[in-house]
Each structure stands twice: as C-alpha cells, then as structure tokens.
C-alpha cells in the first residue's frame, strides 16, 4: 500500500494565481504606458541619474523642508528681490555685450546704435540702466532690514561680513559701468569720481591708477573698466552669493525682534 506525500512546507507551496496581478492569462489584458507616463518615467530616471551622481537629494529635501522662524514676512524677500535684480542685470548685459565695442573712438556710437537701431534695444538698455539703480536701493534696504532685525549677530558674523563686500562689490559695478556709454557725462561723472579714489589713504593712488590703466585718462582705461564691469567684478558677486546663500540654509533666519519681545513677555507673566 503506497503511503499519501506528506504536506509540503508553507514557504514551498505555490502562491496562487491573484486577479490582475499575472499578465494576460488571468483575464486583464495588460495596457501600454501612455505618452504621459513615458515621460515621466524617464524624467524619473533622468533625475535619479543625476542624483546618483551628485548626492544633491539631502541638501534639496533641506533646502526646501527647511525650518523657518514664525513672524517672517515680506522683509524677508528684501535679499530674493536683490538677487533677482542681479540676475536681470546680469541677463541684459549680455545681450548689450553682443553689440557693445569697448574702444573708445566707437564706444558711443555703438552705445547709441543700441538704442536706436538694434530690435528692443532701448528696451534692454532701459531695464539695465535702471536696474542698476533698483539693485543699489534693494541691497542697501536689505542690509539696514539685516541689521535692525540684529541678523548679523552670532553665528551669522561671517555672513554679514561678505554682505558688506557684496555691497562694495555692487558699487563697484556702477561705477565701472558708468563709463560704458562713454558720452561728456558718463566721461566727466568717472574721472571725479577716480579722482576721489585717489584722495584715499595709502592704497588710494594705487586704486586710481589701477582703475585708469595709468596715470591719466587714457584709451585702455574703458577697456580696462569693460573688463572689469563684464569679467571681475561679476565672477567676484557670483562667488560670493553662493557663500551667502549657503550660509543662509545652513544658519537659518532669524525671528523678527517684535516676536522675541512677545515671547519675554509672555514669560514674565507666566513667573
């Protein structure tokens, strides 16, 4: 007499078969993915490739998870609105740059081909005038809401610091900047404005000369401004924002000081 097989473990029985989970074979015939889901699969991969090879998914999921005070209002978007400028600024004078001759015998009359010639050239040439301007007034109004809001205070020292460059910086680019059209004004306007760097102490000469490219006004002083305006001074910005906005997600903000006074209060009555 045959003995009946004793029964097999659980782990080895066969799963059986669950509706439209097995293909074709149990009743639901399988869909192509669509146009829509194609491209977001491979925008998918596309960005988990990156991400591989960068490790940019922390500092991201930081960035934009990122804890901030309570109290925080439109103040805040003083430093935003700045970077914005400078990114319009920095936008513009490309495309001034592609029809721009820094010589100083055909410096206006490109200048002024822009303006009148050019397709939306004064409309560019308008918004990078101008924006130099909004873009003082923004950084100025930043850093007086930093300090009276005492954000530069431990442990945001560092960054106040490379603020106060930034603000340096900016003036610099106005300044450089001025010259480009080179008409009496813009002419004039610079080499008062060279010869008060000059009255400085000790480095003031030095920094005069460096600015005309010699000991006077010169025809390499507007390419050596050009240079300046187009290269330095905006690799100099460039690098130092990224200081700046690194410290930012890493030191956070600080609450307004009306939130603080109200928190000391509260803890007054309380005692």
Avoid at 86 to 106: K, N
Avoid at 165 to 187: A, E, I, K, N
Wanted: charged share 15%.
């Amino acid at each position: 007499m045959k003995l009946p097989a004793p029964p097999r473990p659980k782990f080895l029985r066969p799963t059986p078969p669950r509706p439209g989970r097995n293909g074709p074979n149990d009743g639901a015939p399988a869909t192509k993915p669509g146009v829509k889901e194609t491209a977001v699969e491979g925008a998918a991969s596309a960005v988990g490739w990156v991400d591989e090879r960068t490790g940019a998914t922390p500092f991201v999921r930081y960035l934009v998870y990122r804890k901030v005070p309570k109290g925080v209002n439109w103040y805040y978007t003083l430093g935003s609105a700045t970077l914005f400028a400078f990114l319009s600024q920095a936008v513009t004078g490309v495309f001034l740059a592609m029809y721009y001759e820094p010589d100083p015998t055909r410096a206006y009359e490109s200048a002024s081909r822009i303006t009148n010639e050019v397709f939306l050239g004064e409309f560019v040439r308008g918004m990078h005038k101008w924006g130099s301007t909004v873009m003082i007034i923004l950084i100025f109004v930043h850093m007086a809401r930093t300090f009276f809001f005492g954000a530069y205070k431990y442990p945001r020292e560092l960054n106040w610091i490379i603020g106060v460059v930034l603000l340096v910086l900016v003036l610099m680019m106005g300044l450089t900047g001025y010259l480009l059209p080179f008409d009496q004004r813009s002419f004039w306007a610079t080499v008062v404005a060279v010869n008060i760097n000059a009255s400085g102490p000790i480095v003031g000469p030095y920094l005069a000369d460096f600015l005309r490219a010699g000991a006077e006004f010169g025809p390499t002083t507007i390419a050596r401004f050009y240079a300046l305006h187009m290269l330095l001074v905006p690799g100099l910005i460039i690098a130092l924002i990224g200081a700046h906005l690194y410290l930012v997600v890493k030191l956070g903000v600080t609450a307004p000081p009306w939130l603080k006074a109200e928190k000391k209060d509260l803890l007054r009555e309380e005692v």
